[in-house]
């Protein structure tokens, strides 16, 4: 799903907006809320996916782990051909938490992506620090005779962030999915973490922003039989998704970059 061919620079994170996250909490504490990851059976999906570049096979695994963590895993092959090496593979890994007695949430702690592009090796990591209130990122390209890292400081006080790769697990976690149905309105603010920067941002054309970007996911619309249509949008992107009434990916639209995933 990352294509690249050149670095990209860092800014620092902008400070936080720990008011405006209030509001998501407030549409979720209006009920009680039952976690829907804790209590989920380990997942295998897969999906078609379609990029400027082509066609592909995506392969999406998710479950808790011995440590009670959320575990994603994702794999792309070449299209319908599952049983050839993959191009890229990824692990992303959040811990469970409280917002407050209501809202759980989930923390990023770890993600990982290697790919190969013309049978080059790329590597990224992102590592999440809460108590030193850190992001540590390393990668390398073929051209790199070391890891390259950078540390950006947050401000994790109040604030939900969430790993690009596990958006929709995410929110679903919050109850967002479920209040906004009911109310047929509501808008989650948060930081998103694109666990493949900085290879992701440059084959997006996201060259201003850094890995952490404050983003805005909303309700948009209930489609016919439940389905539910929503709207993430950070800088000047927008991607639509689709979920069922369990708050599970269906479909994924990034129209401006002639993207989209959608579920077999």
């Not at 809320?33 to 066609?55: C, H, Q, R, Y």
């Amino acid at each position: 799903m990352i294509l690249i061919k050149k670095e990209s620079r860092i800014l620092l994170f902008l400070n936080s907006f720990l008011k405006l996250i209030a509001i998501l909490f407030t549409l979720s504490c209006s009920s009680k809320l039952v976690s829907g990851l804790k209590n989920a059976k380990p997942k295998k999906e897969k999906f078609i996916f379609v990029d400027p570049t082509g066609k592909f096979s995506v392969l999406r695994r998710s479950g808790i782990n011995s440590s009670k963590d959320f575990v994603t895993k994702e794999e792309l092959f070449p299209h319908t051909k599952w049983e050839q090496p993959v191009l890229e593979k990824g692990i992303m890994i959040s811990s469970y938490s409280k917002y407050n007695k209501k809202v759980s949430i989930l923390i990023p702690k770890i993600s990982q992506r290697t790919f190969w592009f013309d049978k080059k090796k790329y590597f990224t990591e992102s590592k999440f620090f809460t108590e030193k209130k850190e992001v540590k990122f390393s990668w390398r390209s073929p051209s790199d005779l070391k890891l390259k890292k950078k540390v950006i400081k947050i401000d994790s006080e109040g604030k939900l962030y969430c790993f690009f790769g596990q958006l929709i697990d995410c929110i679903k976690e919050t109850g967002f999915f479920k209040t906004s149905k009911l109310k047929k309105n509501g808008v989650v603010y948060f930081s998103v973490i694109f666990d493949g920067y900085p290879f992701f941002n440059e084959q997006f054309g996201i060259f201003k922003s850094g890995p952490i970007i404050e983003s805005d996911f909303s309700f948009e619309k209930e489609m016919e039989n439940g389905v539910l249509r929503y709207a993430l949008s950070f800088l000047d992107q927008k991607i639509t998704y689709f979920v069922d009434r369990k708050g599970n990916l269906i479909d994924k639209f990034w129209i401006s970059q002639g993207l989209s995933l959608k579920k077999i």
